[in-house]
């Protein structure tokens, strides 16, 4: 068995992930090819036209067992644009995924039936993405086998470790090479279980020391976990004294404002508010809007805007009112040199839509409103976990939490990785309850309570 490896796990100019929290593992399977047999015409793979056609590749059962025995999770993700071209049924191709997700024991099969560019379509790494997102797994720990250089391309696209299965087909080979190369699935198994822990490892705690008790203080608490986080800290508001006051707390390292804030805030000169703001906050990155909805009218904003100082970010909604995309315009002035925080971003196929866009140019921001997705009843951790995996794209974009609705989404987006929060005025203030004892918050609580009801004058 020849198994070539490459010794660089991540292409040049691209960010490895961070791993998340999740310790999930998973190998993501490519279905043609590689689960089942190809029906190879002309040197290129197609796929069966029926369920009768399926026939399991031999040595794809045993590999399957060690994996899963191992502890990982089996995923198939699979193009089938037959579909879109109306050459095939869905219920024709969803009837071959069953059989196979029952004869191999998959845990999950995630399909594109699209004909064009999307999120979920190899190479792109949407159907990883979004497998990762619902079953808590771990892409850093992970792995992607493929036949093909679109499944590669995916894999290391979402940061997983790739296994080429070589079958000599004719199509050129349009990725930078995978990991390792490998002539079956029984020995990608067998790279795969080379290189990763046991399951054990995956899930075992530190190793714990006894150490001499200690007396902290409530305030050496909080400083030890502010020190700690990792995530950059922006002040949200328009409010003048506001900024000032947080200008002088060294925690905060940037700003963000926008139209709304500023009409809250009543500025009714935007140009002149900006100006002033800018004379107190000349040392720290901090974020104008834009506010025309046409696109060539946001081009003259941005630049303008962009020339009142090196510390500035000019922030572009990721769609103007009529839900088009501003992907575009973004390319355009971030390779222009403008640094640009993409706003308003949502879903998981506008984060990469725009770090596509951005990828390459000046520093920039995509700010994804995990406030609002919370609000939709969406779970934004696993949601931003996503969005982190994707920002990893481009070494010159970091990811921002944006609109947050309490304290414990700093926490939150220091823990999936994210580079920077930004927090209002109000929630900031509250900044010195993190680490307090719970006993003595709950002490403090009952003697508000108290002074209440006797400065009230309360009687019964």
């Known amino acids: 068995m020849t198994v070539k490896t490459i010794n660089s796990t991540r292409t040049a100019g691209i960010a490895a992930p961070t791993a998340p929290?999740?310790?999930r593992r998973a190998v993501f399977l490519d279905r043609d090819g590689v689960l089942n047999q190809a029906?190879?015409?002309?040197?290129?793979?197609?796929?069966?036209?029926?369920?009768?056609?399926?026939k399991v590749i031999d040595d794809a059962t045993e590999a399957l067992r060690r994996l899963r025995e191992a502890g990982f999770l089996l995923i198939a993700v699979t193009n089938q644009p037959d579909v879109a071209r109306g050459t095939q049924r869905r219920e024709v191709v969803e009837a071959i995924n069953g059989h196979l997700r029952l004869a191999l024991g998959l845990d999950d099969i995630r399909t594109n039936f699209d004909d064009g560019e999307s999120l979920t379509r190899k190479p792109n790494p949407g159907m990883l993405l979004e497998a990762a997102e619902q079953w808590g797994i771990s892409l850093v720990d992970s792995f992607m086998v493929g036949d093909r250089w679109k499944d590669i391309e995916a894999g290391r696209r979402?940061?997983?470790r790739t296994i080429f299965i070589n079958r000599n087909y004719s199509e050129a080979f349009e990725a930078d090479p995978a990991d390792a190369t490998v002539p079956?699935?029984?020995?990608?198994?067998?790279?795969?279980?080379?290189?990763?822990p046991p399951k054990s490892a995956m899930a075992?705690?530190?190793?714990?020391?006894?150490?001499?008790?200690?007396?902290?203080?409530?305030?050496?608490r909080n400083v030890r976990m502010l020190k700690a986080l990792k995530v950059k800290i922006f002040a949200d508001g328009a409010d003048r004294a506001g900024i000032l006051e947080m200008h002088a707390n060294p925690l905060i390292q940037g700003f963000t404002t926008n139209p709304t804030l500023m009409r809250k805030a009543g500025v009714s000169d935007y140009a002149a508010f900006a100006r002033d703001i800018l004379k107190v906050v000349p040392d720290r990155p901090i974020s104008f809007e834009v506010f025309s909805d046409d696109f060539e009218e946001m081009?003259?904003?941005?630049?303008?805007?962009?020339?009142?100082?090196?510390n500035v970010y000019v922030k572009i909604p990721v769609t103007n009112t009529l839900g088009h995309s501003s992907a575009a315009l973004v390319a355009d002035l971030a390779r222009d040199g403008v640094k640009l925080n993409v706003t308003a971003i949502f879903t998981l196929e506008q984060t990469l839509e725009m770090t596509q866009a951005l990828r390459g140019g000046a520093p920039a921001v995509v700010s994804v409103f995990a406030g609002r997705i919370a609000d939709a009843g969406v779970d934004p951790v696993p949601h931003m976990a996503a969005c982190r995996q994707i920002v990893?794209?481009?070494?010159?974009?970091?990811?921002?939490?944006?609109?947050?609705?309490?304290?414990?989404?700093?926490?939150?987006?220091?823990?999936?990785?994210?580079?920077?929060?930004?927090?209002?005025n109000d929630v900031l203030k509250k900044l010195s309850n993190i680490g307090k004892d719970l006993g003595e918050f709950s002490l403090d609580t009952v003697k508000m309570f108290r002074t209440d009801a006797v400065k009230a004058g309360f009687s019964l």
């Open 21 to 23: 929290k999740a310790v």
């Open 39 to 54: 029906v190879v015409r002309d040197g290129r793979p197609y796929p069966p036209q029926s369920p009768e056609q399926v």
């Open 158 to 160: 979402a940061g997983c």
């Open 184 to 196: 079956s699935v029984c020995a990608a198994a067998d790279w795969i279980l080379s290189q990763a």
């Open 204 to 220: 075992k705690s530190p190793v714990s020391h006894e150490i001499p008790k200690v007396t902290v203080t409530a305030a050496q």
């Open 299 to 310: 081009r003259r904003q941005a630049r303008q805007i962009a020339a009142w100082g090196p």
């Open 392 to 424: 990893n794209l481009a070494s010159n974009v970091e990811l921002l939490w944006a609109s947050p609705r309490e304290l414990l989404n700093i926490i939150h987006a220091d823990q999936v990785g994210c580079d920077i929060i930004t927090v209002t």
